[in-house]
């Protein structure tokens, strides 16, 4: 039998407001009924509409193709990444539904999600990865994906078409460290990101090999990347380094700027930050991120959410920096990935990013 069951209904979920997943039709690859029973009841809570389960890849497959009446489509799919076995990756699963059904969101579950599994669901696009034993937290995931699809900026009423963000950071790297998840979650939710590096970091190395990597990790990431020649370690916030930031500025025409903060230990990364606030006064918002070189006296008032997915392309566009992963202290995945888990405290979510809000001249949403 390759069909578990279809579950209607929304059974209301605890909450005032509209709930999340309100008149949506959920596909469920589960290979365990008693499992796909929980993750239907959480995702009802939630509001679904319907939760139709099967239990085989094939009938996953053609019901995506095909769905029930009166479903005429599928909001979201959610896939047990244990039905793989060793002769069916998730890798290929993925690509199959990405190539069948473009654009409907798939959530993967697993018993145990390693940052292996979740570097495979990123190549897979896949919106998101959850244990199998979190019913809530997958039904929360789905969510997410159905309401980043609903309205990909993430921003109700904006009247736009695609939001435009400019991070920027004094060497290679910093973007990375300080908003690699973020830059992440948001290209791949239809924002439109660059990067602008205002140095090729000589002292870090050979300027060739890092302007390589800084390509390599924007491209990870899902972000253009603009490069200036600014000498690394004697940057001023003069006329020279506002100008270099304008011209980005002209180019992109960003809703939103991200930079480093100016509690900040390195002379470079301040002298960015204050160019960036001059060259941006005319910018909707402006935040800055937190680089291993913040003091204490970083104050974030904003957490952005991080999937594990988002956090998996942060670690991959950190390691495309070949040649700083010896060298440097802060570049170790158990920091990043604590930093970041230690964040996410104020977002109710495993991992987030902080932002230091340093004006908003609108409601658009960083
Ligand atoms: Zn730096």
């Given at each position: 039998?390759?069909?578990?069951?279809?579950?209607?209904?929304?059974?209301?979920?605890g909450?005032a407001?509209?709930a999340?997943?309100?008149?949506?039709?959920?596909?469920?690859?589960?290979?365990?009924r008693?499992?796909?029973a929980?993750f239907?009841?959480?995702?009802?809570?939630?509001?679904?509409?319907?939760?139709?389960?099967?239990?085989?890849?094939?009938?996953?497959?053609?019901?995506?193709?095909?769905?029930?009446?009166?479903?005429?489509?599928?909001?979201?799919?959610?896939?047990?990444?244990?039905?793989?076995?060793?002769?069916?990756?998730?890798?290929?699963?993925?690509?199959?539904?990405?190539?069948?059904?473009?654009?409907?969101p798939?959530?993967?579950?697993?018993?145990?999600?390693?940052?292996?599994?979740?570097?495979?669901?990123?190549?897979?696009?896949?919106?998101?990865?959850?244990?199998?034993?979190d019913?809530?937290g997958?039904?929360?995931?789905?969510?997410?994906?159905?309401?980043?699809?609903?309205?990909?900026?993430?921003?109700?009423?904006?009247?736009?078409?695609?939001?435009?963000?400019l991070?920027?950071?004094?060497?290679?790297?910093?973007v990375?460290?300080?908003?690699?998840?973020?830059?992440?979650?948001?290209?791949h939710?239809?924002?439109?990101?660059t990067?602008?590096?205002?140095?090729?970091?000589?002292?870090?190395?050979?300027?060739?090999q890092r302007?390589?990597?800084?390509?390599?990790?924007?491209?990870?990431?899902?972000?253009?990347?603009?490069?200036?020649?600014?000498?690394d370690?004697?940057?001023?916030?003069?006329?020279?380094?506002?100008?270099?930031v304008?011209?980005?500025?002209?180019?992109?025409?960003?809703?939103?700027?991200?930079?480093?903060?100016?509690?900040?230990?390195?002379?470079?990364?301040?002298a960015?930050?204050?160019?960036?606030?001059?060259?941006?006064?005319?910018?909707?918002?402006?935040?800055?991120?937190?680089?291993?070189?913040?003091?204490?006296?970083?104050?974030?008032?904003?957490?952005?959410?991080?999937?594990e997915?988002?956090?998996?392309?942060?670690?991959?566009?950190?390691?495309?920096?070949?040649?700083?992963?010896?060298?440097r202290?802060?570049?170790?995945?158990?920091?990043?990935?604590?930093?970041?888990?230690?964040?996410?405290?104020?977002?109710?979510?495993?991992?987030?990013?902080?932002?230091e809000?340093?004006?908003?001249?609108?409601?658009?949403?960083?």
């Open positions: 039998m390759s069909e578990i069951f279809e579950s209607a209904g929304a059974i209301g979920h909450s407001g509209p999340p997943l309100a008149g949506t039709h959920i596909l469920l690859g589960e290979r365990d008693e499992t796909a929980r239907a009841t959480a995702l009802r809570e939630l509001g679904a509409s319907s939760v139709h389960a099967v239990d085989s890849l094939d009938a996953f497959i053609s019901a995506g193709t095909a769905p029930p009446s009166p479903v005429r489509f599928w909001d979201a799919a959610v896939w047990d990444s244990g039905f793989g076995g060793p002769d069916l990756s998730l890798g290929r699963v993925l690509e199959v539904w990405r190539a069948r059904h473009p654009g409907i798939m959530v993967v579950t697993d018993d145990a999600p390693s940052a292996r599994l979740a570097v495979t669901a990123l190549r897979g696009r896949a919106a998101d990865l959850v244990a199998r034993s019913p809530e997958l039904a929360v995931a789905v969510a997410r994906a159905v309401a980043e699809r609903a309205d990909p900026l993430g921003v109700e009423g904006s009247g736009q078409n695609s939001l435009r963000m991070v920027v950071g004094a060497h290679p790297d910093d990375e460290i300080g908003l690699g998840g973020t830059i992440h979650r948001r290209a939710s239809g924002w439109d990101v990067v602008l590096t205002m140095s090729g970091g000589g002292n870090g190395g050979d300027p060739a302007r390589k990597e800084a390509h390599r990790a924007a491209e990870l990431l899902g972000a253009r990347l603009l490069m200036e020649d600014l000498p370690g004697s940057m001023a916030d003069d006329r020279t380094t506002v100008e270099a304008e011209r980005a500025v002209a180019e992109v025409a960003p809703d939103v700027v991200v930079v480093h903060s100016e509690s900040d230990t390195h002379q470079d990364h301040r960015v930050h204050r160019a960036t606030l001059v060259a941006c006064r005319k910018v909707a918002r402006l935040a800055c991120y937190q680089s291993p070189s913040a003091t204490v006296a970083y104050r974030p008032n904003r957490f952005i959410e991080l999937s997915v988002d956090m998996a392309a942060k670690l991959a566009a950190i390691d495309a920096h070949h040649s700083q992963a010896a060298s202290w802060y570049l170790e995945e158990d920091l990043l990935r604590s930093t970041a888990r230690y964040w996410g405290r104020f977002s109710q979510t495993r991992y987030a990013e902080p932002l809000l340093v004006h908003e001249r609108n409601a658009v949403l960083v």
